[in-house]
């Protein structure tokens, strides 16, 4: 039987990001997986969002155990995978940017001010150019 809500002006089924916090709180404290999952689906769409810093906020203070672990993990590697994602994300617009200047890597490094070496760790993921220096590729492209 899903978890139901007491004293506050929602459902279980309205959309998370709409619950008031108290809402959240019962979900945390007497749900069961299957109401967890609406708040971790959330958590991983938005891991900095709203619900994700709500349900931080609230494990702040409420006693440890399994279920505020679950939730604790849940929102770091939700923003480790996206920290992933965006540096993949990052290796790939370089990777298209220095394909679309139709240079070699070598000419392309030289024009944005660094080496073929390094750019080649941009293009792989393995760093992450400063904002300046994407920007700078960028426009060389």
Known sequence: MP?????VDASPHDDVRT??????VTVIDRGLVPDWQPVLA????????????RVERYLAYRDPDGVGTLFRLAVERARQQAEHDARDEVAARVRAAVERSGLTSAQFAALVGTSASRLSTYASGRVTPSAAML???????
């Open 19 to 24: 619950w008031p916090f108290e809402a959240l």
């Open 42 to 53: 959330e958590i991983r769409r938005s891991p900095w969002g709203p619900t994700a810093r």
């Open 135 to 141: 920007v700078r590729i960028e426009r060389a492209a």
């Open 3 to 7: 978890v139901q809500f007491r004293n």
